[in-house]
């Protein structure tokens, strides 16, 4: 069982304990943007007990290595295979979801608009994140994911620093696209349906959060632990 320490940072726990993000999502501590903190970091940030975390934190591995559930460890894992995973699953997924997300906000702003004032701003903060994950998205694709694989293949100090040039940038937009969905979490008070709710405000609330758990998972895995283990490469090897 994985014996958690204060000491650790947020995003490494996750890694070698996927199941952990539950917690971390229960207590509403950042293990995407903020998995480069030490744990009693945020512990103390957020007043939270911290025999009470760390004892949910421990729970959970525990609980995941009585299920024998096999997870792949991606700080060990070929980066080319993490980079395969990570378009198949994550950006799969927003190529799905981005456009019908899309057409559901617009649709109960429409409908609703005009009794909840707030779908005016979810619209809006929806629409620019759309905007922001679609071109970081073709960011990575295009850029850094090759860019990546030609090192992997003949690994040069110029190819490495411009890799890491890349995900200080890509960094700094994972930041933006996190704050956007605190603001999205805040204006609806976390997702909350009010009781005059139709299926269609149902569903894109549920889906608005079924994003942003994915999206928690997308930004953990690259922002603790495929740049992490970038920028730690020796440079020519």
């Not at 922001?132 to 860019?147: A, G, I, N, V, Y």
């Not at 992997?152 to 700094?172: C, Q």
Request: hydrophobic share 40%; net charge negative.
């Amino acid at each position: 069982m994985l014996k958690i320490q204060l000491t650790d940072k947020i995003g490494d726990i996750v890694a070698a304990c996927p199941t952990t993000a539950e917690v971390f999502k229960k207590y509403n501590i950042d293990f995407c943007c903020g998995g480069d903190r030490p744990l009693v970091s945020a512990l103390r940030e957020q007043h939270l007990d911290q025999e009470e975390v760390v004892s949910a934190l421990e729970a959970a591995c525990a609980a995941a290595a009585r299920s024998r559930e096999k997870y792949v460890d991606w700080r060990q894992a070929p980066l080319n295979d993490l980079i395969d995973h990570i378009v198949a699953t994550h950006h799969g997924y927003l190529r799905r979801v981005l456009p019908e997300l899309s057409v559901l906000t617009t649709r109960i702003l429409q409908v609703h608009g005009d009794g909840h004032e707030e779908l005016f701003t979810v619209h809006r903060l929806f629409h620019t994140l759309k905007t922001e994950l679609e071109q970081h998205r073709t960011k990575e694709e295009l850029r850094l994911f090759p860019l990546i694989e030609e090192y992997e293949k003949d690994p040069t100090p110029e190819k490495l620093a411009k890799i890491r040039e890349l995900i200080a940038e890509l960094e700094a937009e994972h930041d933006a696209a996190g704050g956007l969905l605190k603001e999205l979490r805040a204006v609806t008070d976390d997702y909350a349906v009010p009781a005059d709710a139709c299926l269609s405000y149902r569903l894109t609330y549920e889906k608005l959060q079924e994003l942003e758990s994915d999206l928690f998972q997308h930004i953990h895995l690259e922002n603790n632990v495929l740049h992490p283990r970038l920028r730690e490469a020796a440079v020519g090897n």
